[in-house]
């Protein structure tokens, strides 16, 4: 067995498996430049070594695998440094992102307890997302006046009817079910079965061990159920439509919708459902996570991001001042400006809408 440790990221491999552990557990794992970097390197090596068949990530402690990337180094960097370091750090994590998702050997995420953000991109990508009863998934960028990114977006506009909408634009949380039921994850094992799961892995291949482990069903969720009313209301061509109809639904989920919504920086809605709708044209991952790229660096000369930060983590008054405070306020040229090419600095990935055959 051999064992590294560097940048927070723990790298070792056993039998013909090979593990990333992100190991910031007072952090709730939030990514950095340096791990992101360490990650993209060990996959490097991993994919032309013939002894790993497997790749594992988790995340060290008890809170889950991942809350995100450090948007506190956001926050000051937004702040006084023009936002230059955060830009190289997406352009790295998006690259990271795209490399997982054509990754040619399985790489299994172990999905527990909290996975937000950053945490989405570095494990729902991958060939294998296994979620467990703690499990909370989550892009909640709204609520610090970002969009959803390391391709969230692309996954969120896959999910059946409008169920991707309602998650971008309020930020909620789904446990296992929900996850499997948007195709953020693909399997539901007991979060007591993981470290055997992590232990065989080394010796079995993937099929085997998901035989001996998965579990069904999860645990009931929330949002098939409530397909009537979120196809609906979120089909609308604007926000404002939007939530004028969760708010005339009379449904109590959906007027908690619209609370939530209303919380969320008027800007950063708008922003995301026009991501949304453009990321279904795009077609493969690579194409939206270069508009992502666009999106990320634009919301660097928001005010709502930075004060979103400070509201939600720096000062935890939970009480931001959005500019525009309105989603009236906020205007078709508003949003566009997101979008607009970047000439030199613009992110290109190479990849296309297929896969690599993957052997389990």
């Not at 056993?14 to 709730?28: E, I, S």
């Not at 009863?133 to 909640?140: G, H, I, K, T």
């Not at 069904?216 to 926000?239: F, M, S």
């Not at 690579?286 to 790229?293: A, F, I, K, S």
Request: net charge negative; hydrophobic share 45%.
């Amino acid at each position: 067995m051999n064992h590294e440790e560097s940048d927070h990221v723990l790298l070792h491999t056993d039998g013909h498996a090979a593990y990333v552990t992100l190991d910031r557990p007072k952090a709730l794992n939030a990514l950095t430049r340096p791990m992101v970097l360490r990650i993209a390197g060990a996959l490097d090596a991993w994919e032309h070594d013939p002894a790993v068949a497997t790749v594992v990530i988790g995340g060290a402690g008890e809170r889950g695998l991942c809350a995100g990337g450090d948007i506190r180094a956001v926050h000051a960097d937004a702040r006084s440094g023009g936002g230059s370091a955060s830009a190289e750090f997406w352009r790295d994590e998006y690259r990271l992102n795209a490399r997982i998702a054509r990754y040619p050997k399985p790489y299994v995420a172990l999905m527990d307890g909290i996975v937000m953000g950053g945490g989405v991109g570095i494990s729902a990508h991958g060939t294998v997302r296994i979620v467990t009863e703690r499990s909370r998934v989550a892009m909640p960028e709204t609520g610090i006046g970002f969009v959803p990114d390391v391709g969230g977006t692309y996954l969120l506009a896959l999910a059946p009817g409008e169920l991707g909408t309602h998650l971008a634009l309020t930020g909620a949380a789904v446990g296992a079910a929900d996850a499997l039921l948007c195709g953020l994850a693909d399997h539901f094992v007991p979060s007591a079965s993981l470290p055997a799961v992590t232990r065989e892995l080394a010796a079995h291949s993937v099929h085997e061990v998901l035989e001996r482990h998965v579990a069904a069903p999860p645990p009931p969720g929330e949002l098939a159920a409530a397909r009537e009313w979120i196809d609906h209301c979120y089909a609308a061509d604007t926000a404002e439509e939007i939530l004028r109809r969760l708010r005339a639904t009379g449904v109590p989920a959906a007027q908690d919708a619209a609370a939530a919504l209303l919380t969320k920086s008027p800007t950063a809605v708008k922003v995301t459902l026009a991501a949304l709708r453009r990321a279904r044209r795009l077609g493969p991952l690579e194409r939206v996570l270069e508009q992502e790229y666009r999106v990320s660096r634009a919301a660097l000369s928001s005010p709502d991001l930075v004060e979103g930060i400070r509201a939600q983590v720096v000062d935890k008054d939970r009480d931001p001042r959005w500019s525009p405070a309105t989603l009236e306020e906020v205007g078709a040229a508003d949003v566009d400006r997101f979008f607009a090419p970047l000439g030199e600095h613009e992110l290109r990935l190479a990849g296309s809408a297929s896969s690599p055959e993957v052997a389990w």
